[in-house]
């Protein structure tokens, strides 16, 4: 059947698409190996906010906030409950989960500003909680040590590989599931919901149960992305989810076009080439301290800005609009 | 019995800038059905403004004028040459929903990068125009000073002014009606556009005076107003998006909220409860405590 | 001073609501454009009215092209339009809605006496002048809204099925206004109307839409007594 191949082509490609990954990190350096770390680390960031915002059409500032709980649920259990990290990471998606879970609920009630109000005020709020809680390690935050690598890989392979590969195999099971899931039936009724929340209502989804399974779904990713991060920075602390990070996401994912999972990787190259792109212009016409802290968020909104101007669907569908143009 | 006081001093005059920044952000909602994200960058850039007008001019009162004013004309040109081109252009497909928030979040992230190229980001200070210093009441120091009844008395003025604008005047009548049925006032020959735009400028007004009556007490930074627009936010829709009345109503609630929680609970707790607030509100009365029982729809 | 509409094509996205059509309402005359629901009536006042715009055609009111300009601009140029159901604001005031359309006048004694003549008119309206719309019965928002449009001494009124919804004595006082109206003034009226007995019965001129397109021009009279058009909108 068509469909069995199409899904079998999928896995297919996905592993493929891991061993190059592989074969890629032995032959480039430490820095790149980091770098493409957080790369798969904010693929899977910004897909969870395309699952929520373009397939089901809630909008959420608060994901740096679904990452933050995440992130501490997977260090909590490498440090007090002394499970395994790659069983961290699981709980970090499996925590954030119901926590997503719960808040959709909550949020199936809300629409367009409330929402976005209420996920802003999310964002915000969330972090200062671990001050309150000493388990929680205050303003320093805890430590998260994913481990060494294992000695039979070798005494070349470096840390940074390390995280390079479980960042991208983390990234690389999520994003097959979900493109699974969307691609299935689940993806339509997102995608109903989306468009037109009366219909879904009156063919019979239960609207308020799907936009919580929605949320949660995008939580549980967000979660997992937390837990990445915070391996990367070796530490969880609330000063590691900003408000700004939400909205770093939320400009990777329009970017990219946030209708479709298709291209999500080139906004996660997008947010960590412009650190990178920012300190080489600095580097070249110098600047104040202020210029050089503020050169990234410039970018990065006036990136979102004319993505919202001249590609709001996705530059893949500018890309096809031009096609049509020239026939 | 003093920190009750204290309590609800503090919560009057923190209630009185919350009010005015869930104005701005009502205003703008009425107007053109858009949370204006973008509304706490504006009142920093303006307060900034405002900064240098009393440095150079060495008057409080100067700084304060020019504050309102640019505020109002940014507030006006933000609405005429960022808004209106991107409502126009972004009408097709489900991004229209969401165009308009990420627009205002991004324009705030464009305002907040200027304002570091131009002053940098280290702390500057404004100067009351009166002491900042606790009253001596009967003999004991209150957590009140000169400057915060300063504040409670600018902002019962400017909602005063703002009422009789609305209430009794035409131009208020048509500010009225383009919120409510724009399309009836276009057909009654109202400028439905230019109305608006004015909105925008009583908006960016009051974000203007909120950050001067604000910074006094703290430092100027590029950030330095973000928690107001959290605050802010929160308390136009404990009120009600849709009525002036319900933006500072909400905003005192929240005032006093936060600051008993504070004051009694724990200083750390104050973004949670302010959270907690927000989502009790939205799950009883999703429309804000005030909002009419015809309330529009969404 | 006349309507002059010539083959004039709308589209409402992907359906061609309004086809090719051509009529004149002669300067001072009350013209009904009847015809079953989804005819393209609503959308064929929105255009002119200047809420909507065209795909091709012209419409011109006295000689000046009305197409393609803003709507709160040709209201200022004496074209009223009256929509359907929802044309006062429910929000405010009885007095602050017949307000809305002098509000832009200069001449605010002759807004005064105009407010004057519409409560002379509709006398239930003075007594409700502090109440707000929203409380008002179905006719009386009728007459609220079309007395606004009266204050601002329009030229050209353009009214959408003033009748829907009414009680007939209602609708039979509100015919007998507008038909009061274009015979004291100069006042042109194009009057779009589900109820064709009614609306024929006081026009002077007659224009049948069906999907879109016009299947019948003529005086009211003739149409009144077509037997094609009674069986199709007159009911017998």
Known sequence: MLKASATKKRLFGFIILGWILLLVSDRIGELRQYQGAFVAMYTLAIASIILLTGYSGQLSLGHSALMAVGAYAGALSINNFKLHPAIALVMAVLIAGIFGLLLGYAAARLSGPYLAGTTLALAVSLPTIANQFPVLGGEQGLVFDIGTPPARLGEDFSQYQWFFWISCLSALIMIWFLVNLLGSRYGREFRALRDNPTAAQLAGLNVGRQKAMAFSLSAGIAGLSGGLLVMLISGVSPSAFPLSLSFLLLAGAVVTGVYSLKGVIIGALVLVAIPEIAESVVSRIGGSEGFTTSLPGFMVSSLLILAVLFAPNGPGHLLHKKKHLKL | ?298 | MSLVVENLTIDHGAIRAIDNVSFTVPSGQLAAVIGANGAGKTTLLRTLSGLKESKSGSATWNGNSILGKRAEDLARTGIMHVSDGKSVIAELSVKENLALAGLWRKDKKDVAKATDEVVEMFPILGQRMSQTAGSLSGGERQMLAIGRALIARPKLLLLDEPSLGLAPLIIEQIFQTIKTLVNKTDLTVLLVEQNAMGALKIADEGIVLNLGTVVAVDSAQSLLNDPAVRAAYLGF
Request: glycine share 10%; charged share 10%; hydrophobic share 55%.
């Open chain 2, 1 to 298: 019995m003093n920190q009750f006081i204290t309590a609800v001093l503090t919560s009057l005059s923190s209630g009185a800038i919350y009010a005015l920044m869930s104005i701005a952000l009502v205003l703008v909602w009425r107007s053109t059905r858009v949370i204006n994200f973008a509304q706490a960058g504006q009142a920093i850039l303006t307060t900034y403004i405002g900064y240098e007008a009393v440095t150079r001019s060495g008057s409080y009162w100067v700084g304060l004028i020019c504050a309102v004013i640019s505020g109002a004309l940014l507030g006006a040109g933000i609405d005429r040459f960022f808004m209106r081109p991107i409502f126009k252009r972004v009408n097709t497909g489900p991004i229209v929903m969401i165009a308009p928030v990420v627009a205002t979040l991004a324009l705030l992230g464009i305002i907040q990068a200027v304002i570091g190229f131009i002053w940098g980001l280290s702390y500057q200070i404004i100067e009351a125009p009166v002491s900042t210093e606790g009253l001596n009441i009967f003999g004991s120091i209150i957590a009140f000073s000169p400057f915060n009844l300063m504040v409670l008395i600018a902002v019962t003025l400017s909602m005063i002014l703002l009422t009789i604008l609305f209430q009794k005047t035409n131009i208020g009548l048509a500010l009225r009606a383009s919120a409510y049925a724009p399309e009836i006032a276009k057909l009654s020959g109202i400028r439905v556009d230019a109305v608006r735009t004015l909105g925008w400028a009583l908006a960016g007004a009051a974000g203007g005076l909120a950050g001067m009556l604000y910074i006094p007490g703290s430092n100027l930074y590029p950030n330095a107003m973000d928690v107001l627009l959290v605050f802010g936010f929160i308390a136009a829709v404990i009120g009600g998006l849709d009525s002036l009345f319900g933006a500072v109503a909400g905003a005192m609630i929240l005032g006093f909220a936060v600051n008993f929680s504070a004051s009694y609970i724990s200083y750390k707790l104050v973004f949670p409860t302010a959270f907690l607030i927000l989502i009790l509100v939205l799950l009883i009365k999703p429309r804000g405590i005030f909002s009419s029982s015809k309330g529009r729809k969404d």
